[in-house]
T-cell receptor, first 114, second 111 residues
């Protein structure tokens, strides 16, 4: 069964540092997403990406966040200057060929900002 | 943004019991999806319902989409400890089809 792969599984970073979370979506999927889940809270939409550009972003996805698809397989989320409140599980997902097909999620990266 | 309200928030039952969890909204959705999430893992898609009144079965799980496409339910028959997890419903945002999630029902099935 194809899967979405996320690395690293855990990341601890100092406040103010930059982090890059990496994802390898399913190869024939066309739509890519980042979600986050603060411990004990709901899964929150961050950003969607299609055709090499952002389709939609939430109010959480401010100027500190960026996404990139640097090659044909990777999809990254960068947080430029991490804050304590960025601590959460970050999930990458992909879907296709239509936007509202079921999403396949990765296992997530647990980001802890200290 | 349409809100999805899930109830109950928590549910703890004994193995063998039946249960139903709900996903409600005041908005109409073109489709709804149900996911199950285990601790430390990403959500896993269980089903997508598209047609009003649609019923889908997945072994002991029965999913129903309301006639007006504003709500959905998940019924589990003879629950097992392996059913324990966070059950999430999700629907496409009106403006852009990106999935938005409810807060989930956390189910615990005790042996």
């Amino acid at each position: 069964e194809p899967e979405v792969t996320q690395t690293p599984s855990h990341q601890v970073t100092q406040m103010g540092q930059e982090v890059i979370l990496r994802c390898v979506p399913i190869s024939n999927h066309l739509y890519f997403y980042w979600y986050r889940q603060i411990l004990g809270q709901k899964v929150e939409f961050l950003v969607s990406f299609y055709n090499n550009e952002i389709s939609e972003k939430s109010e959480i996805f401010d100027d500190q966040f960026s996404v990139e698809r640097p090659d044909g397989s990777n999809f990254t989320l960068k947080i430029r200057s991490t804050k304590l409140e960025d601590s959460a599980m970050y999930f990458c997902a992909s879907s296709g060929p239509l936007a509202n097909y079921g999403y396949t999620f990765g296992s997530g990266t647990r980001l802890t900002v200290v | 943004t349409q809100l999805l309200e899930q109830s109950p928030q928590f549910l703890s039952i004994q193995e063998g019991e039946n249960l139903t969890v709900y996903c409600n909204s005041s908005s109409v959705f073109s489709s709804l999806q149900w996911y199950r999430q285990e601790p430390g893992e990403g959500p896993v898609l269980l089903v997508t319902v598209v047609t009003g009144g649609e019923v889908k079965k997945l072994k002991r799980l029965t999913f129903q989409f309301g006639d007006a496409r504003k709500d959905s339910s998940l019924h589990i028959t003879a629950a097992q400890p392996g059913d324990t997890g966070l059950y999430l419903c999700a629907g496409p945002d009106y403006n852009n089809n990106d999935m938005r999630f409810g807060a989930g029902t956390r189910l615990t099935v005790k042996p």
